[in-house]
């Protein structure tokens, strides 16, 4: 770590010198203005003023890539807040399947939109705002997307209806949107910490816990996308099950649900309250899965088989939502409340 020593400049001036190799890096010159920001816990950050415009364009360069790599390209640089995005083939003109490979692209990203084509390049840009959106509200609506197409899929088994299971298939594109809009607004903010207020932080801290969190909540939008899948695939789109046992099921859905939903709120408002009791519910699932399955009557491997996967799914859905009141719990417990104080 390199020191600085403080010099008085007048009668309440304080001023230290920027280090040169910064300066210069950044283009940071005589007479130019640079920003200023406090964390409240004793840091204080000195950004140039080039952090104060986004990173506005990348250029993918087609030529040797194929349609799966341009994709991902693509994803990428929205990840990584580019606002504009061009695609482009130095030798002639864009193949087919890059194209398409830059259309599905903008099916997959909220706010992407192409602004030109020509036969050489294609350039999207993204009208996506930062100030727009918080962190946490889009926490909480990935939260609850994941949670309603687990209800969806629940319901759908116990009634054998496969509309209700494809509504909650149709609704992982708006989840994994949702998702992949966390991961820029993130990233941006980590970039430009100018930009962590605009987005509802009040500091860069909980943003490497928030991409955790974000993370966690997608793979709980994909276990309710497998239980869909298991009553689109299955015969009469049900479980061979009594009643008895698809409401055991049902109720254990219920709580897990619980789970995730007081892992986010604890997480966004800081609450370690909640995350003790989210912690005391799990206790009361954790055996869920092997109890319920202990109680089954002798059945078909395929069909034991599908009410497992249906099972581990859910447990697997706990499971991550633990991992977010761990995440809460480390938030809540940086902060001053009634149970820590920090000096």
């Not at 952090?51 to 890539?65: G, K």
């Not at 790599?69 to 693509?74: Q, W």
């Not at 509504?167 to 903010?189: D, M």
């Not at 993370?215 to 099950?241: F, Q, R, S, W, Y």
Request: some cysteine; proline content about 3%.
């Amino acid at each position: 770590m390199e020191t600085r020593k403080v010099q008085r400049l007048g009668p309440s001036t304080l001023a230290m010198t920027l280090p040169a190799e910064w300066a210069s890096e950044h283009d940071v010159e005589k007479g130019d203005e640079v920003s200023l920001r406090t964390s409240g816990k004793g840091t204080l950050t000195v950004m140039p003023e080039s952090a104060n415009s986004e990173e506005t364009e990348a250029i993918i360069h087609a030529d040797n890539l194929d349609s799966e790599a341009v994709e991902r390209a693509i994803v990428a640089q929205y990840v990584l807040g580019r606002r504009v995005i061009r695609i482009e083939c130095e030798d002639g003109a864009l193949e087919s399947e890059h194209i398409n490979a830059v259309y599905r692209a903008e099916t997959q990203l909220m706010g992407l939109g192409v602004i030109e084509e020509t036969p050489e390049n294609i350039s999207i840009r993204c009208s996506v705002d930062p100030e727009d959106f918080t962190l946490d509200n889009l926490l909480e609506r990935l939260e609850r997307t994941g949670r309603t197409m687990r209800g969806e899929a629940i319901k759908a088994l116990a009634h054998g209806n496969p509309d209700l299971a494809q509504r909650a298939l149709n609704r992982e594109r708006q989840a994994n949107k949702i998702f992949v809009l966390l991961l820029r607004l993130i990233f941006t903010a980590y970039q430009n910490p100018n930009l962590a207020r605009a987005v509802g932080l009040n500091s860069g801290f909980p943003l490497i816990g928030y991409r955790s969190i974000a993370k966690n909540l997608e793979l709980t939008a994909d276990n309710a996308e497998d239980i869909a899948d298991i009553v689109m695939e299955t015969e009469g789109h049900t479980l061979n099950i009594d009643n008895s046992v698809m409401r055991e099921i049902r109720e254990l859905t219920e709580l897990v649900d619980e789970i995730t939903s007081l892992a986010v709120e604890s997480a966004v408002e800081r609450d370690y309250d909640k995350t003790i009791e989210a912690r005391k519910l799990y206790q009361d699932i954790a055996d869920r899965e092997q109890e319920i399955l202990a109680e089954l009557p002798e059945m078909e491997n395929e069909d034991l088989l599908k009410v497992r996967e249906v099972l581990v799914s859910v447990q697997q859905t706990a499971g991550y939502a633990m991992r977010n009141v761990e995440i809460a719990s480390n938030l809540a417990l940086n902060e001053e409340s009634e149970h820590t104080t920090i000096k």
